[in-house]
């Protein structure tokens, strides 16, 4: 019964931030590979950042990286996205997903190649 609700989008100008959260409940937030994603209208959903929560190993797209942290906390069992000088092409839905880790071939937890469960979204506008 894993239930992923987003919040903080809202509307700020090129070079603001934002930080976006995820209440996760159902499962612990440990258990799981949690990503966010976006989509902009007309164009297709994107991965953004993924966090394997047991180590807090991290993946950023290249159009985020050193703009963006990904991040969870255990105890609110919730996931975290800090967005730092937003662009106006980034303007867009986004979703924080969640998939349970797996065993990797190295016996090490991974993140699966695809996500499981979904958030509704929460806009993001930048304007100039």
């Known amino acids: 019964q894993v239930h992923l609700v987003e919040s903080g989008g809202g509307s700020v100008q090129a070079g603001g931030s934002l930080r976006l959260s995820c209440a996760i409940t159902g499962y612990a937030y440990s258990s799981y590979c949690m990503g966010w994603f976006r989509q902009a209208p007309g164009k297709e959903r994107e991965e953004v950042a993924r966090?394997?929560?047991?180590?807090?190993?991290?993946t950023y797209a290249d159009s985020v990286k050193g703009r963006f942290t990904i991040s969870g906390d255990n105890a609110k069992n919730s996931l975290y996205l800090q967005m730092n000088n937003l662009e106006p092409e980034e303007t867009a839905k986004y979703y924080c997903?969640?998939?349970?880790?797996?065993?990797?071939?190295?016996?090490?937890?991974?993140?699966?190649?695809?996500?499981?469960?979904w958030g509704q979204g929460t806009q993001v506008i930048v304007y100039s």
């Open positions: 966090i394997l929560a047991i180590d807090g190993s991290t």
């Open positions: 997903a969640a998939v349970i880790r797996k065993r990797g071939i190295d016996s090490n937890w991974v993140c699966p190649p695809s996500f499981s469960y």
